[in-house]
C-alpha cells in the first residue's frame, strides 16, 4: 500500500508540472459513467511446485506461462470536478477473462499428483486523477487495488483468491452528446498464492503429500480501449 500511496502521489505531481498553460474545462468531464471495454491482455503466471519438500527426494519443476489474448469488461464511476483543468475519477471495473497454471509433475515421486490453479473474475477500484488538456480530451493517471478469484483442481488447500496493485496511465476524449472514447495501458501486479497438498483423496485427482507444495506469481500487462457514456 506504501508503494501505492507513493505512485500516486508522484503521478500527481508530474502532471501539475507539465501542463503548463493549458486552456480547458474540466466541469465537461464530470459526472456518472459507464462504459465497455475491449482489451488485449499479456499474462504472466509464474509458477512452481516443489514435491515432498524438505526430504532427500524432492522434486522441483519450473511452470512459466505467458499468454496473450482479447477479452472485454466493463467500468463505471464518477468524475470529480477539481477547478478548470484538474479533475478527480473514481470508479470500478471488471474484466471477464482466465489464465491458468495447469502443473503436471514430471518427477518420479507418486505423491506428487497434478494441480491446476485458475484465475479468473478479475475486480478493480480506482482513483485516477485527470488533467484536461482541452474542453474534449484529457489525460490522467489511475491507481486501484485489484481482485482476482482463484480455484483449485487436485488434492491441495485451497490458497484464498488475490489481491494486488494496478497501475494506469490513459486518455478520454468526451463529445458533446457524452459519448467518450478512453484508451489505456497499465499494469497489475498480484501477491503471490501457495499452498500444500491436502494428503487425501478427491475425485479425478491424485493422493498428494503434504509436504508437496505449489506456488504462483501472477501480474498482468494491458491495453484497453473504452466505449461509454457521461451522463
Known sequence: MKKLITMFCAACSLMLVSVGT????????????????????????????????GTSGAVEDQVPVGATTG???????????????????????YTHGETKLDHQTSGEDSNAGNVAMTVDSFYSWYVAPTVALSDTSSIYFKAG????????????????????ESYSI????????????????????????????????????DLIDANTSFSAEPSVVR?????????
Open 145 to 164: 487495488v485489484s481482485h482476482a478469484d482463484v480455484g483449485i483442481t487436485g488434492d491441495v488447500n485451497h490458497p484464498g483468491n488475490l489481491s494486488g
Open 22 to 53: 493549458a486552456q480547458s474545462d474540466s466541469s465537461n468531464f464530470a459526472g456518472p459513467y459507464v462504459g465497455f471495454q475491449a482489451l488485449g491482455v499479456g499474462a504472466e503466471f509464474k509458477g512452481q511446485s516443489n514435491s515432498s519438500a
Open 223 to 231: 491495453g484497453t480501449v473504452s466505449l461509454g457514456f457521461r451522463f
Open 71 to 93: 477479452t472485454f469488461g466493463v467500468e463505471a464511476g464518477y468524475v470529480l470536478p477539481l477547478g478548470s483543468m484538474f479533475a478527480l475519477d473514481i470508479g470500478g471495473e
Open 170 to 205: 490513459g486518455t478520454r476524449t468526451v463529445l458533446p452528446s457524452g459519448i467518450f472514447i478512453r484508451t489505456e495501458a497499465g499494469y497489475t501486479e498480484y501477491n503471490g498464492i501457495s499452498t500444500h497438498g491436502a494428503g487425501g483423496l478427491t475425485v479425478g485427482s
